[in-house]
């Protein structure tokens, strides 16, 4: 009787149907619909109708990002030193995290009836939320290395996540923008303005009742999302190789700070990934005031995710004919001239839908490369270091950590930039210095920051050569 061959019957073995894949991949849109939504929406919430003062909102974004940022790496040890169950190790702190983590995000985006105590209870539940989201997103990031052991199948679910996540994005701004939209709130005319009020006929809800009906209906898909992911993935223990020995917290900072490549990869993105957050944070403030499209925005932030999900496919298929350094630079540098249009043609709703689109393939490998890019930098990791095994939740906290650190610094400062230049809570037009920051910080800002980003990246050493080289090395380990 012949016996089949290791290698084939491994890799039939970590072969992943398309339903385990779509589970998993759903997996993902939680993060991106609440963030999204928090994303796109925060700032103008407290602002115009929490209607906090500026300085207290960067204050409640500033602090609550950097304390998510905290928690990151903390989640992320805790993780690397949970026991196996019989759910896997993963899979136990998603489950859990989940029901209190939607409690939160419902009361971030509900106006207590008390005046005096407002920036505490936003900084309360959105600091809880972040930690209770964090207790779910760390392990689901380190579920990748989990799914598979093969490279390929890897980079495969990788692509399903990329795209329900955009695909999510798109959920987030639709359900939260569409519903918030149907309750505009009238702007509040300045000594010196010329304009007619829109928005003063009642609307169907209130602006309030409208943001509770959106966060009630995000809510209810995260839990979905959730229990599908819980019962669609199989998380698969480490079979062919021993953990090494538990290690402090601290070790596990310098190990993986240790690793050349993962550092580089890091420090890339943090200055790409906040250039879009850049972009996210301030652009319906900048559609509204800058632009004059205070009815619109929120079907131009639709478009920019829609675009963003269905070139995601295209953006999977450039880097694996073409390599991911190479989509690295062509995707992040593909918005530069959209970023570019968009302050320098005079305001048109037209010019704007189409330079939003072409603007969202960016976005989308923004979205795809790094999560593509990570495994290989582990994978690198454990070929150099055969020894030291069990630390994947590790080097995904600390990414997520500096790109969290990295957008709670941006929020503050982008906020605290519009009070210094005079900015007016639901103001129907804005001071000269205001519509000159938004126009710094959804392009001059961002394009700067890519530009350092890409010149970080040409130092990243893991190239198609290096990365297809480790996987055969740990295919022999294995």
Not at 118 to 132: A, P, S
Request: charged share 15%.
């Amino acid at each position: 009787m012949s016996i089949p061959p290791p290698v084939c019957v491994r890799e039939q073995k970590n072969r992943l149907s398309i339903c385990n894949k779509l589970c998993y991949a759903v997996g993902g849109a939680p993060y991106q619909i609440t963030g999204c939504a928090l994303g796109f929406f925060l700032q103008i919430y407290l602002l115009d109708v929490a209607q906090l003062d500026p300085f207290s909102a960067s204050i409640i974004l500033f602090v609550g990002r950097a304390w998510d940022a905290i928690t990151d790496p903390t989640i992320g040890f805790l993780v690397s030193r949970s026991p196996w169950t019989r759910f896997g190790r993963m899979l136990p702190w998603i489950v859990f995290s989940t029901p209190l983590a939607v409690v939160s995000y419902f009361l971030i985006w509900y106006v207590p009836v008390f005046e005096d105590g407002r920036v505490i209870w936003y900084l309360v539940f959105y600091c809880l939320f972040q930690t209770l989201q964090t207790c779910f997103h760390v392990p689901y990031s380190a579920l990748t290395m989990f799914i598979s052991e093969d490279q390929k199948e890897r980079d495969s679910a990788t692509a399903y996540r990329m795209t329900v996540e955009v695909l999510g994005t798109v959920i987030g701004t639709a359900v939260q923008g569409q519903i918030v939209g149907m309750a505009s709130a009238p702007c509040i005319p300045t000594p010196g303005d010329n304009v007619t009020v829109d928005g003063c006929c009642p609307s169907l809800l209130s602006q309030k009742t409208a943001y509770n009906v959106a966060s009630g209906a995000i809510c209810s898909i995260y839990v979905l999302c959730a229990v599908v992911l819980f019962f669609g993935v199989k998380e698969k223990k480490e079979s062919s190789r021993s953990r090494s020995q538990r290690m402090s917290f601290w070790q596990g900072i310098r190990l993986v700070m240790g690793h050349g490549p993962y550092v580089k990869l890091v420090m890339g993105f943090l200055f790409t990934s906040l250039a879009f957050m850049l972009l996210e944070g301030n652009f319906a403030l900048f559609c509204c005031y800058t632009l004059g499209l205070r009815n619109d925005f929120q079907n131009i932030l639709l478009v920019i995710m829609l675009a963003a999900m269905l070139t995601i496919p295209f953006w999977q298929w450039f880097l694996t004919k073409f390599g991911k350094k190479t989509a690295v630079y062509i995707g992040t540098s593909s918005v530069i001239p959209f970023m570019l249009l968009v302050v320098c043609v005079k305001s048109n709703l037209i010019i704007t839908y189409m330079v939003s689109f072409a603007a969202g393939v960016g976005v989308a490998a923004a979205f795809l490369l790094p999560w593509s890019m990570l495994p290989d930098v582990v994978d690198d990791f454990q070929v150099q270091n055969p020894e030291s095994q069990g630390h994947e939740a590790i080097f995904y906290s600390f990414y997520v950590f500096f790109t969290k650190f990295a957008s709670g610094i941006s929020l503050g400062i982008s906020t605290l930039s519009l009070d210094f230049a005079g900015y007016i809570t639901r103001g129907c037009t804005q001071p000269e210095n205001v519509d000159i920051t938004l126009k710094v910080l959804v392009s001059a800002a961002p394009i700067g920051l890519i530009l350092i980003g890409l010149v970080i990246f040409r130092s990243y050493p893991i190239d198609e050569e290096r990365r297809q080289g480790n996987r055969k090395l740990l295919q022999e380990q294995r």
